[in-house]
């Protein structure tokens, strides 16, 4: 479902020559999901079928969305689909990436990654044939340190905590 809404989204938006500004809006509007909590309940909330739309439309001109952003949200929120507008977002992007020629690389970390460890991780998928990356990070306190990176069907797990558990595995072997 998601797939078919970014779709139509990238469509409208390369016909009407405007999809480095769909992007960049997209982008804007998943982290302003991401970081807001009462527009998460709005949207999360299936009662507020009407009040959603014009809720929706209010937060997105307020913070400055172009016409074609205020539309497509518009029309998933009619559609009631405004709980997987933010999976609707990621679809986007992906799309985008995939058509660019951009390899998504999914990165998680026991703490956030500093500017450097960013370039270095870059050079180092930049070195195992991933030539343009684009790394969307999330911290896991679980992995206790280290990283877990995807790059499509591939895992490459370095965790604090996979090493531990190889350790205990391998330690009730040998006993």
Do not use: C, W
């Not at 998601?2 to 990238?10: D, E, K, M, V």
């Not at 929120?77 to 799309?95: C, D, G, P, T």
């Not at 896991?140 to 895992?155: E, Q, S």
């Amino acid at each position: 479902m998601a797939r078919r809404y970014a779709t139509a989204l990238y469509e409208l938006a390369d016909e009407r020559r405007a999809l480095d500004e769909a992007v960049e809006q997209t982008d804007a509007l998943a982290r302003l999901i991401d970081e807001s909590a009462p527009l998460r309940a709005v949207l999360s909330n299936p009662v507020l079928d009407n009040q959603a739309a014009k809720a929706v439309d209010a937060v997105l001109a307020g913070q400055g969305f172009g016409e074609l952003l205020r539309r497509f949200a518009a029309v998933v929120v009619a559609n009631r689909r405004q709980s997987h507008l933010r999976e609707i977002l990621r679809a986007f992007a992906a799309m985008v990436a995939e058509r660019r020629g951009i390899v998504v690389a999914s990165v998680a970390s026991a703490h956030p990654l500093s500017d450097l460890q960013r370039t270095q991780l870059q050079a180092r998928l930049a070195e195992a044939g991933y030539g343009r990356v684009n790394i969307q990070e999330r911290v896991d306190p679980a992995l206790l340190g280290g990283l877990v990176v995807r790059v499509g069907a591939r895992l490459y797990d370095a965790s604090l905590k996979s090493r531990l558990a190889r350790l205990q595995y391998a330690m009730k072997g040998a006993a």
